[in-house]
């Protein structure tokens, strides 16, 4: 480790990158597009998702604080936000440290929501992702899946991105996930190459 706390380990700091995040609804394909982008990345990037922490969560009894209407509905308790934070900083505290973080996330709150996990990863560059999907596609894939809500992926199609801002925008609909991470790949190679062009043409100035 370093003396300012960063691992000495391989990162993308090449592309400038230290969090890509993907938001988008049930089903939207968030979880393939983050699998693909850690093939595709030279060198190993973790991947977290909404799941994860909704596998750590109580399932059931008085501390419940998520549940789940009849059409996909997804109602959170008061008691969810202390824990939803902590997660967030968790997160932010591997990626300070030089790891390279793929986050597959579900903003219920919209812009909110996007709000909250920004001012949690200040100091940290991040790319946000838009990945779309034609609801009755994702409906589809959540009723092929057999272990979502129904109703889910529909619910959250259009819920999720509004009021968000993104940098890239990749839709699953009749794009692979192999194809979307490649899209968002390319974004941030142009992007590195304009910063580039401009830190020489600086540098040039200067002489």
Sequence with gaps: MRGDGRLLVPTVRWV???V?????GSSAGKSSIARALQLLL????????????????????????????????????????PLGEAWYR?????????????????????????????????????LWVAVRCDPAVAAAREAARGDRVVGMAASQADLVHRGVTYDVEVDTTTTTATDCAQLILDHIRRAQRAVDHQDRCAASQRK
């Design 16 to 18: 400038g990158i230290d």
């Design 20 to 24: 890509i995040v993907l938001n988008g």
């Design 42 to 81: 030279p060198v190993p990037w973790l991947t977290f998702g909404e799941d994860v922490l909704g596998a750590a969560l109580p399932q059931s009894g008085a501390n419940a604080v998520m549940t789940f209407g009849p059409h996909g509905e997804v109602e959170v308790a008061p008691g969810y936000r």
């Design 90 to 126: 968790g997160l932010a505290v591997i990626a300070t440290a030089g790891v390279g973080l793929v986050l597959d996330e579900i903003f219920l709150r919209g812009a909110a929501g996007q709000a909250e996990l920004a001012a949690t990863l200040t100091g940290l560059d991040v």
